[in-house]
Antibody
Framework: QVQLVQSGSELKKPGASVKISCKAS????????IHWMRQAPGQGLEWMAW????????TYAQGFTGRFVLSLDTSVSTAYLEISSLKAEDTAVYYC?????????????WGQGTLVTVSS | DIQMTQSPSSVSASVGDRVTITCRAS??????LAWYQQKPGKAPKLLIY???NLQRGVPSRFSGSGSGTDFTLTISSLQPEDFATYYC?????????FGGGTKVEIK
């Protein structure tokens, strides 16, 4: 079955960087794009970015350019989200999700989420 | 960007009640709309895709309707496990924006 497994919680200081992984299994990794969402404490879901797992080409939402970088390692079916120059307001749960083209491009499969806490 | 506006932001209801949540897009998105359910500490779960298609495994008390700019998620008879937050999302174009969420609480 399709599974997305994310890396564990991170505690970082302001100004540091963090790299979150999203390891896929149960399907051909390069056939489906991966999306990333942020959910700040007590807040709603915010779409951040998408990466074409076939070409490696990313698309970012406004507000998630510059410090946010998506990447892939197709040899291990893993997508990555790296955030640099961390700020307190980056404290959130970050989710990856796989789009499903035959379900209206909805997100049928999600990772379990990775909590990133930015605190001095 | 396409803005998604959900209402109400919260609703108090009892088991067995019919609950309706609306979602409005700032521009037409045809039927490119999904609904998700999220429980505390958990990842969202897909309920409805393409506005009205029930995801496999989702109980039939959930239904979706609408097209263009106005959409509805209906829970025909609220069950204890349905108390959660619900989000709409447009899948028409990037960025794939979400609505602000509707929290369904126990009355």
């Amino acid at each position: 079955q399709v599974q997305l497994v994310q890396s564990g919680s991170e505690l970082k200081k302001p100004g540091a960087s963090v790299k979150i992984s999203c390891k896929a299994s149960g399907y051909t990794f390069t056939n489906y794009g991966i999306h990333w969402m942020r959910q700040a404490p007590g807040q709603g879901l915010e779409w951040m970015a998408w990466i074409n797992t076939n070409t490696g080409n990313p698309t970012y939402a406004q507000g998630f350019t510059g410090r946010f970088v998506l990447s892939l390692d197709t040899s291990v079916s893993t997508a990555y989200l790296e955030i640099s120059s961390l700020k307190a307001e980056d404290t959130a749960v970050y989710y990856c999700a796989r789009e499903q083209y035959d379900s209206g491009w909805s997100f049928e499969s999600w990772g379990q989420g990775t909590l990133v806490t930015v605190s001095s | 960007d396409i803005q998604m506006t959900q209402s109400p932001s919260s609703v108090s209801a009892s088991v067995g009640d019919r609950v309706t949540i609306t979602c409005r897009a700032s521009q037409g998105i045809s039927s490119w709309l999904a609904w998700y359910q999220q429980k505390p500490g958990k990842a969202p779960k897909l309920l409805i895709y393409s506005a009205s298609n029930l995801q496999r495994g989702v109980p039939s008390r959930f239904s979706g309707s609408g097209s263009g700019t106005d959409f509805t998620l209906t829970i025909s008879s609220l069950q204890p496990e349905d108390f959660a937050t619900y989000y709409c999302q447009q899948t028409n174009r990037f960025p794939r924006t979400f609505g602000g969420g509707t929290k369904v609480e126990i009355k």
